[in-house]
């Protein structure tokens, strides 16, 4: 009985002992309970939370429900699972808080989410709460993320919603309740996160603020690069202008090769806080690689498969295109990007946001940049979207053009702002352009509808990318000759006649035609010439008589002079031609690999050899090539005679060019030669050629008036030698390559510039107008000749002449 009495004593003692232990448990949760309540009262501001408060008897009632806790059960009591803590921040639920109350309360003044009833916690248990079921990419049996989940699929579903202003778009707000807690879930602002795959769009209303959300949108620790809807010159403008607002370094072209420039761009972009500006139409060939890379589109698209190509290159994080409501119907890529793209994510409240924080410092910023340098957007605005630029609008007319050019740069760019916002009236505000630029961009109803102003005698310092000292009479273009004025011609002086008056009096032409009227062009096999009275015609001769044929190969001048070459003419066809040129000077191994690209091209192909190529590429021989076009300028071992032309002349050329045409046949099949040669070449040819007949189409294709066929690729090669600027350069040193080379004896470094002067001024357009065309006037000023070809073929001479500056 002895020992069956101290057993009851000592369990009896045991379970007093555990039952006081178990009241001083209940005594701690309840008063962490306490506290916490009092913390999520302070915390929420408009939010009911039921208090978890409770009296030492009903606790000690709940008590008696619980078994023994085990060490196990204290360790999890302790340290409660990663779901409960993100639902339910508390302090530790059974460690009673040594600091006063109100130091407790400061310490969790920051939790808003409710608390879970200790009651719950000690009926339910703990050990049903996993870590991974807050997890939003599983299936989650919390209601919470479920609710949540089902707003975000259903706004993506649905990418072409209503998206006219930044902000239309409400943040996605849900009220749930939990069934399993018992208690309502704040309201949660779901933000859908942004997927690199997917393509975005920012739409304005406002064309002034498609710039500020340029700004609005690039942050710190970026790299970016911005596709402008704009050449090269009006860059300066926007770089200083996003520089000034984001006091983020800007980088824009500088005046080097394409592979100097892709080399300058990755290394500029390799740091954060980098923005690159670059015109539309010159993808640089850079890789973006990190999480916080951008491309950024800055008005819509014109072309849907130029712009997969340019992000799909980039591989940037974030693709964005920002553009004006007012943009979308121009073009026919409207559709197909609206499909492809989706409204940013981020659009909303806090993005509006931060755009209207910027406008006091973006119009700040815009008010500061010179009116001069707003001036350079103004005709390259026209030119862009003129009919022969990359964002041509068919449906405006010259006046239309010119009108919205006319608001772009008094409203958007804020040119002479203060005359404006004085009352001035917009027509007197305008820059003036030169005649030549009104000719090459056909805007002679705008100018005779008075919206554009012309500068009789415009200088090299003018803004027209067509400035020269002295303009003769333009040419009409096509696609206003039936709406203008017969008799009527540009402003000059009075000694300048009008062109189509110059051609009938010269015989060539009896009246101007339309393009209706142009004679059919045929094709002609066997070996033919063409006799250019005009050395400009060469290159839009040479395309055009290139596209007219599936396989095409050009034979040209000099090795280093391919490349640019390439890049012309990749430009003035169109593009469903593939133009093909070796990827290194003088070797075999380039020329075959440049051959075998171009045999198996699927598309109609161009391929840019040197005439000096003797031995042909053996793959030539598996495909029929339709033509071979011969153009190009020898050097004469001597002085040639002054009369004759300084680039396309020489005796040597004319002996060489048929003897390396001839031998090219027997490595070809190709049953169309022809060649482009001068009129003081002609004769000689004949003499030296007799199976080398002039081309029974020739006289009607280089007519200078709107009934030649080639009146239209003359347009695009002024178009296009208007922007390729560095392409020009190019070309022009090459040249100067090729007439150094004869010693300074021979020839001295005042012809050897000079002679490069002419070939800029006819062929390229670069120069004044002594060296040009009357027909065809330079579009821009001389180029400058880089200091190392100075050194190399001595030419200071020449630029203390004042024949060339070095830059």
């Known amino acids: 009985m002895l020992p069956a009495l101290l057993d009851n004593i000592c369990l009896g003692g045991l379970r007093v002992e555990r039952l006081s232990s178990l009241a001083h448990a209940a005594e701690c949760l309840a008063a962490a309970a306490s506290t916490l309540s009092e913390a999520a009262r302070a915390a929420a501001e408009s939010m009911a939370f039921e208090s978890a408060s409770g009296t030492k008897d ?3 009632e709940a008590t008696k429900t619980i078994n023994d806790p085990t060490p196990e059960e204290s360790e999890l009591l302790t340290d409660p699972p990663l779901s409960l803590i993100l639902l339910n921040p508390a302090p530790d639920p059974i460690s009673l808080p040594t600091e006063p109350e109100s130091d407790d309360v400061e310490k969790h003044d920051e939790e808003v989410e409710p608390s879970v009833d200790i009651e719950d916690i000690l009926t339910t248990g703990l050990g049903g709460y996993e870590p991974d079921v807050i997890e939003i990419d599983k299936d989650d049996e919390v209601s919470i993320y479920e609710s949540v989940s089902e707003p975000v699929a259903d706004f993506q579903e649905h990418p072409d919603m209503h998206d006219d202003i930044p902000g239309d778009e409400p943040p996605v707000e849900t009220h749930t309740e939990d069934s399993s807690l018992g208690h309502a879930v704040i309201p949660t602002e779901v933000e859908t996160p942004i997927n690199p795959k997917q393509a975005y769009r920012i739409i304005v209303e406002n064309e002034f603020d498609v710039l500020l959300s340029v700004c609005a949108l690039i942050e710190k620790n970026q790299r970016v690069i911005c596709y402008m809807p704009c050449g090269t010159p009006p860059l300066s403008l926007y770089k200083q202008l996003i520089e000034g607002v984001t006091s983020i370094p800007v980088c824009v072209p500088e005046r080097m090769s394409s592979a100097k420039q892709d080399a300058a761009y990755r290394g500029f972009l ?19 690689e990190g999480t916080n890379t951008w491309v950024i589109h800055v008005g819509w698209p014109p072309n849907h498969e130029k712009y997969l190509s340019q992000i799909k290159k980039h591989q940037a994080r974030n693709n964005v295109v920002i553009a004006c409501s007012g943009d979308l119907d121009l073009y026919s890529s409207r559709a197909p990007l609206m ?8 659009c909303g409240d806090p993005f509006t946001a931060s755009v209207n924080a910027l406008r006091q410092s973006f119009e700040q910023t815009l008010a500061k940049i010179p009116d001069h340098v707003k001036e350079k957007v103004y005709p390259d605005w026209i030119q862009y979207h003129g009919s022969y630029g990359p964002r041509y609008v068919k449906a405006w007319n010259s006046i239309a053009l010119v009108q919205q050019a006319n608001y772009y740069l008094l409203h958007v760019v804020k040119y002479r702002r203060k005359s404006l916002n004085s009352g001035a ?3 007197e505000l305008l820059p003036e352009v030169s005649s030549g630029f009104i000719a090459q961009n056909s805007l002679q109803l705008a100018f005779q509808a008075g919206v554009i102003h012309v500068k009789h005698d415009s200088g090299l310092n003018h803004i027209s990318s067509l400035a020269q000292t002295d303009i003769k009479s333009p040419t009409l273009s096509a696609s206003e000759v039936n709406g203008s004025t017969a008799g009527t011609s540009i402003p000059g002086p009075s000694n300048r006649l009008h062109l189509s008056e110059k051609i009938k009096r010269k015989g060539s032409i009896s009246s101007a035609g339309t393009p209706s009227e142009q004679v059919d062009f045929k094709l002609a096999p066997g070996h033919t010439y063409f006799t250019i009275d005009e050395e400009f015609d060469a290159i839009p001769l040479m395309c055009f008589i290139a596209g007219k044929y599936d396989k095409a190969i050009c034979f040209l001048e000099g090795q280093g002079s391919l490349r640019h070459y390439q890049k ?17 000077t003088n070797s075999d191994q380039a020329n075959n690999d440049a051959a075998s690209r171009f045999v198996s091209s699927s598309v109609s192909a161009v391929l840019l050899l040197t005439y000096s190529t003797t031995n042909l590429p053996s793959v030539l021989r598996e495909r029929k090539v339709g033509c071979c076009v011969y153009w190009g300028f020898h050097l004469p071992l001597k002085q040639g005679s002054p009369h004759l032309s300084d680039f396309s002349h020489i005796i040597n050329w004319i002996l060489l060019h048929p003897r390396v045409a001839k031998k090219h046949r027997d490595q070809l099949t190709c049953p169309s030669t022809t060649m482009i040669v001068s009129k003081s070449q002609q004769s000689e040819l004949k003499r030296q050629s007799t199976d080398v007949k002039e081309h029974p189409g020739a006289r009607a294709l280089l007519d200078l008036g709107p009934k030649s066929v080639l009146w239209s690729m003359r347009n695009t090669t002024v178009s296009v030698l208007m922007t390729e600027e560095t392409t020009a350069k190019g070309l022009y040193v090459n040249r100067i390559y090729g007439l150094g080379t004869v010693s300074r004896t021979e020839r001295s470094a005042e012809e050897v510039v000079r002679m490069a002067n002419r070939y800029s001024a006819k062929i390229l357009l670069r120069g004044v107008a002594e060296d040009a065309s009357e027909n065809f006037p330079p579009v821009a000023g001389k180029l400058p000749i880089p200091r190392t070809v100075v050194d190399r073929f001595t030419l200071q001479p020449a630029i203390d002449a004042g024949l060339a500056s070095i830059g």
């Not at 390799?270 to 973006?288: C, E, H, R």
């Not at 012309?568 to 290194?584: C, N, Q, R, Y």
């Open 58 to 60: 009903d606790t000690m």
């Open 270 to 288: 390799q740091n954060d806080n980098s923005i690159v500006l670059i015109p539309g139409t010159i993808p640089p060939n850079v890789v973006m």
């Open 339 to 346: 499909a492809r793209t989706q409204i940013w994510p981020k």
């Open 425 to 427: 009236a917009e027509e």
């Open 568 to 584: 012309l003419f990749s430009k003035i066809l169109p593009s469903t031609s593939l133009v093909i040129a070796p990827e290194m």
